[in-house]
Structure formats: structure tokens, C-alpha cells
Nanobody
Framework: VVQVMECGGGSVQAGGSLRLSCVAS????????LGWFRQPPGKDREGVAV???????TYADFVTGRFTISRDNDKNTLYLEMSSLKPEDTAMYYC???????????????WGPGTQVTVSS
């Protein structure tokens, strides 16, 4: 059984930092592309950052330079270092894992239940 679980969310003031972690079990972690997604209150879910199985990374424009995605394959853990947080970063943050390949469909991947990040001004 594949399980994905995020942790590390919380409440911070604008300008602060948080580190989210995501542990996945029951899969060959190193062969999966991993991503962080978020859903702000009243809005659709959006992609934040992706790290592929080969370590290459992609970021949404709104987090470039502020967030860093990384992975530790030995620990089956994905990270998201967030700094210079803004109130508009307030959202439920989700971790997802999808089998690496030429056609990646995140909707068919494995998702965690989410962790809430709240940034106050």
C-alpha cells in the first residue's frame, strides 16, 4: 500500500520561513517524480514545484527564488523550503508522487492529505 504524508505546515508571519516534508512509502521512491501543489482558500489547486527522478527541478513563477524543492531518496522524503513567505502563500499544501516517464499525469499519482500553511501580514 502506498502512503504519502506531509508535515511541517503551520502559521507564520509574513517574511518568515517554513520547511515542509513529505514521506512516501510503498513505492520505489527514486523512480518517481515528486511535486508540491497548493490550494489557496476559494481557489483551484496549483502547482508549486516539481523535482523529477533525475533531480531536475521546475518552479512556478510566483515562488521562484523563495522556495526550494529537494528530495532524499535514502529517506523516501521530499522537502519544500519556503522563505520570504507572503500572505498570498496561505494555502493547503499537498505532496504528490507520480511514476517518472515521458507522459506524467499528476492526477493519477499518489497524493497526501495536505498540510496547512497560514501566513499573516
Amino acid at each position: 500500500v502506498v502512503q504519502v504524508m506531509e508535515c511541517g505546515g503551520g502559521s507564520v508571519q509574513a517574511g518568515g520561513s517554513l520547511r515542509l516534508s513529505c514521506v512516501a512509502s510503498g513505492l520505489v521512491f527514486s523512480s518517481y517524480d515528486l511535486g508540491w501543489f497548493r490550494q489557496p482558500p476559494g481557489k483551484d489547486r496549483e502547482g508549486v514545484a516539481v523535482i523529477e527522478s533525475d533531480g531536475s527541478t521546475t518552479y512556478a513563477d510566483f515562488v521562484t527564488g523563495r522556495f526550494t524543492i529537494s528530495r532524499d531518496n535514502d529517506k523516501n522524503t521530499l522537502y519544500l523550503e519556503m522563505s520570504s513567505l507572503k500572505p498570498e502563500d496561505t494555502a493547503m499544501y499537498y505532496c504528490a508522487a507520480v511514476q517518472s516517464g515521458p507522459l506524467v499525469n499528476w492526477a493519477s499519482g499518489y497524493w497526501g492529505p495536505g498540510t496547512q500553511v497560514t501566513v499573516s501580514s
